[in-house]
């Protein structure tokens, strides 16, 4: 059974730091690529970043390039995201994905369409 489980969210003052886990099982590790979404009340679900399990490349959104940062733990099967300088419109669910890898050349993977596993999200609220 595939799952994907996300940990580390919760409130947090506007300037500070989470990191999220995302714990996956049940599927090949380094033929997947993670990603990371959040959706906020009443908005769509955004990209926010990707990493090849594969070799490691890494994607990210400009809403959040230089503020967070993506990393994998191969032997853990766990993938993390360090979120710093975190602000209140970073207020959202955050959710994990895995989605395989098609290709040689890393191509981050932006759309929700192109993972098939999800976690069941975890809150980070990021009051002002």
């Known amino acids: 059974e595939v799952q994907l489980v996300e940990s580390g969210g919760g409130l947090v003052q506007a300037g500070g730091s989470l990191r999220l886990s995302c714990a996956a099982s049940?599927?090949?590790?380094?033929?997947?690529?993670i990603g990371w979404f959040r959706q906020a009340p009443g908005k769509e679900r955004e990209g926010v970043s990707c990493?090849?399990?594969?070799?490691?490349?890494?994607y990210y959104a400009d809403s959040v390039k230089g503020r967070f940062t993506i990393s994998s733990d191969n032997a853990k099967n766990t993938v993390y995201l360090q979120m710093n300088s975190l602000k209140p419109g970073d207020t959202a669910v955050y959710y994990c994905?895995?989605?395989?890898?098609?290709?040689?050349?890393?191509?981050?993977?932006?759309?929700?369409?192109?993972?098939?596993?999800w976690g069941q999200g975890t809150q980070v609220t990021v009051s002002s």
């Open positions: 990493i090849s399990n594969s070799d490691g490349s890494t």
């Open positions: 049940g599927f090949t590790f380094d033929d997947y690529a």
């Open positions: 994905a895995a989605g395989p890898i098609l290709t040689k050349q890393f191509e981050p993977k932006k759309k929700e369409d192109e993972y098939d596993y």
